[in-house]
């Protein structure tokens, strides 16, 4: 049960499957006064797991753990768990991509035009590809051979819900998302500038911190 203490989990436990009970018996079960439990029980009653009734006592709301997280992170959106982005201009050699990725320790990296404007992503599994069908010589061959364009790219919106935005990464079998603003509004073509990127890294990052009781969801500030 994330974000809990571990008496308030032997509490949730004793309700779940004593209840309905009152406080009073909670705390004879758990060796302590009842009003060592009060602000373990109002955490509880808060946080849904649990409700009480006037005569009745504390019962169990039959809503679990994996509900509870669903919740918590709906309201979550990409900018609020989102990295730099490491971009290469279109220009560069596919050398220098593979320089790039490795000094800024990523998996991929995105390819943008003269305006800044994202036109493609280069992994480096392109990039060992590219190398084994050119004998090695990166140097001279552009990054552009390289990349999967745009067209064919899946991206992320700083409002995307973060639940969203792992769907995305899990259907399509992807380690990265873009994070992308439309810089130009044109029904023909896409405009994207690239202000981030959202990884697995990130995904469990967030869940660490939800597990932890750590406060995410800054845009709601």
Do not use: C, W
């Not at 140097?139 to 991206?155: E, N």
């Amino acid at each position: 049960m994330m974000g809990l203490t571990s008496r308030q989990k032997q509490i949730a436990e004793i309700v779940r499957e004593k209840g309905p009970i009152t406080g009073r018996q909670i705390a004879e079960m758990l060796s302590v006064t009842r009003a060592a439990l009060r602000s373990d029980l109002a955490i509880l009653v808060m946080s849904g797991m649990i409700d009480a009734r006037p005569k009745v006592g504390y019962f169990y709301t039959g809503r679990s753990t994996l509900g509870l997280l669903n919740e918590e992170v709906s309201d979550i959106l990409v900018e609020d768990i989102q990295s730099t982005p490491v971009v290469i201009k279109n220009t560069q050699s596919a050398y220098e991509a593979i320089i790039r990725m490795f000094v800024e320790d990523v998996g991929s990296i995105y390819v943008v035009d003269e305006n800044d404007l994202l036109v493609g992503v280069v992994s480096r599994k392109d990039l060992l590809k590219l190398a084994t069908n050119n004998n090695g010589d990166m140097k001279a061959i552009p990054v552009i051979m390289a990349m999967t364009p745009l067209s064919k790219m899946v991206v992320a919106f700083p409002e995307t819900t973060v639940s969203e935005a792992a769907r995305k990464v899990i259907d399509n079998q992807i380690d990265s998302l873009p994070v992308v603003k439309n810089r130009f509004q044109d029904s023909n073509a896409k405009y994207y500038e690239v202000v981030g990127r959202i990884t697995k890294t990130n995904f469990t990052k967030l869940f660490v911190d939800i597990a932890e009781g750590r406060e995410v969801g800054h845009h709601k500030q």
